[in-house]
């Protein structure tokens, strides 16, 4: 019997590792090897990108969360340790140690092991009681029920996780502040453009968007042993009021695992284009895995990302001929907007706008020179898919033809 | 409720019964249905549920908008003029019977 490949981490990257394996291994193709799936959380794989749109809203059931249903694992008579950690890994014996004792041999190792969110230092008020990152589903379930009517939320940072969990606010009635220390809300992801519209959006559904502001720290109430936090102070001076905070910061990829195991790491688990770590028996996926695209080592932090990496360390396991080339897309919610974005803008060098068929719709569309490389979305489907069609396709429509919106976008993918 | 099938290439059926107001795709993760993916959880972002709809049942399930239309140019197996991406299927008495054939990229 050929040895087992053990998944660490039991997210989307994971989900779609022993998806695809074992639908692979159900046509008769790979070695059809045991796989044991170890997770950290308590529970199987989920869908993570709810957690701050409509589970967090209570739109969404939490049965509808998961990708499989928990007995399908058992039925695919795949081994599962959840609520367990794997602390370390020999990779000359190929074995691993896991939190609660065991030593387990692999023959493959997938590390699936994804990112944390960045907190707040401890100085700046990081471990009061009532500030909230947002990441796994326990995180959504803590913050959830502090969604009160009349409270006042702060958000530390302009990000979609920070903006996302704004509009969800909004919709329970509390009153809203974000802070974002750079010039601009989502700086680091978007074109002004982009950041203009949601600004816009957030400050129409009266969110106090506060922009080239630094938060000093986290204050909190002074009254005998309650630790809870109650404000911030901000480096012009101001104090805010909070009755509850979300830092949403940014996330750093999980690599202590791979790093102690002797692994490269560069911005992440360094992978080639095959997923494969610095030990050709060790592979990694999603979040935690870097990897090349244009002369840089990059990370997507994306349901994309994780789905077809996992989809493709299966493939090449089981032998197919496969290297990663994904054509990236994103997607968020925030109040009745829809934001969809197809492909990268890494490296834009300009960008143009295209009204939307309908009211309230936008497309913002990066260029580096007269190269298409990415669109942004917003309530234009047809826009995200046409553009996503003409990346895919290596078409790059001359910007004029994109910003006149007398043109016929259909007729533009089909050149 | 809508008893559904579906037919993979090689050969499976796979049969359940779908509450109504359920989309296809979560029905088809939820019975294990192989290569329909739905990995944007059906908002029309990802064309990874792709499915080919019975001939026979081409009247019931009705028209393709524009939107669903153009993702399904970006399917890893090419699109027929019987495909959907099943996450825009909603299960309701008028489906009872619906047979899917599910491509294998």
């Given amino acids: 019997m050929p040895k087992p490949i053990v998944i660490v981490g039991a997210g989307q990257a994971a989900a779609s590792f022993v998806s695809r394996h074992k639908a692979l291994a159900n046509k008769g193709i790979g070695n059809n090897e045991p796989l044991i799936l170890i997770g950290e959380e308590p529970v199987p794989p989920y869908q993570r990108p709810p957690l701050s749109k409509a589970y967090m809203s209570g739109d969404l059931e939490r049965d509808r969360l998961f990708i499989r249903p928990t007995q399908w694992y058992s039925e695919q008579n795949i081994t599962t340790y959840f609520n367990t950690r794997v602390d370390s890994i020999d990779p000359q014996l190929r074995k691993l140690k896991t939190s609660d004792g065991q030593t387990i041999d692999y023959g493959k190792l997938i590390l699936c092991t994804g990112s944390s969110p960045l907190s707040l230092p401890t100085r700046m008020g990081g471990d009061l009681a009532g500030v909230f990152t947002l990441r796994n589903i326990a995180d959504a379930e803590a913050m959830a029920p502090e969604l009160v009517l009349g409270r006042k939320l702060l958000i530390v940072g302009g990000g979609y996780i920070g903006l996302e969990a704004a509009a969800v606010a909004r919709k329970f009635g509390l009153d809203v502040t974000v802070i974002e220390m750079a010039e601009r809300i989502l700086q680091r992801v978007a074109a002004p453009q982009t950041s203009d519209f949601f600004r816009m959006l957030h400050q129409q559904h009266d969110v106090d968007v506060r922009e080239s502001t630094q938060l000093v720290r986290l204050t909190q109430k002074s009254d005998g042993l309650n630790s809870r936090v109650d404000g911030a102070e901000l480096a012009n001076g101001e104090q805010l009021e909070a009755d509850l905070v979300l830092v949403g910061i940014g996330g750093r990829p999980n690599i202590k695992l791979a790093d102690q195991s002797g692994l490269d790491c560069e911005n992440g688990i360094a992978v080639n284009q095959i997923c494969q770590t610095s030990n050709p028996d060790i592979f990694s996926a999603g979040d935690c895995a870097s990897f090349m695209r244009n002369g840089q080592r990059i990370r997507l932090e994306s349901v994309q990302n994780a789905a077809d990496q996992g989809d493709l360390v299966a493939r090449v396991i089981a032998g197919e001929a496969v290297t990663y080339d994904p054509l990236p897309w994103f997607w968020s919610d925030q109040y009745d907007c829809k934001l969809q974005i197809a492909g990268l803008n890494m490296g834009y060098t300009q960008t143009v706008i295209r009204p939307g068929s309908k009211p309230g719709g936008q497309s913002v569309w990066y260029y580096a020179q007269d190269k298409l490389l990415a669109v942004d979305a917003m309530n234009d489907t047809m826009a995200y898919a046409l553009g996503r069609k003409m990346i895919g396709a290596g078409l790059h429509p001359s910007p004029d033809l994109i910003a006149d919106p007398a043109i016929d976008l259909k007729t533009v993918s089909k050149k | ?105």
Avoid: Y
């Fill in chain 2, 1 to 105: 409720m809508a008893k559904i099938t579906w037919k993979t290439e090689d050969g499976k059926e796979i049969s359940a019964d779908v509450k109504d107001g359920l989309n296809l795709m979560e029905a088809a993760i939820a019975n294990d249905v192989p290569d329909v993916d739905g990995d944007c959880g059906g908002c029309l972002s990802c064309a990874t549920c792709h499915v080919f709809v019975d001939e026979a049942w081409l009247e019931r399930t009705g028209e393709v908008d524009d939107i669903e239309d153009t993702m399904l140019e970006m399917t890893d197996v090419e699109r027929r003029d019987n495909s959907r991406l099943s996450c825009q299927l909603i299960a309701s008495p008028e489906l009872d019977g619906l047979v899917l054939h599910v491509p294998a990229p």
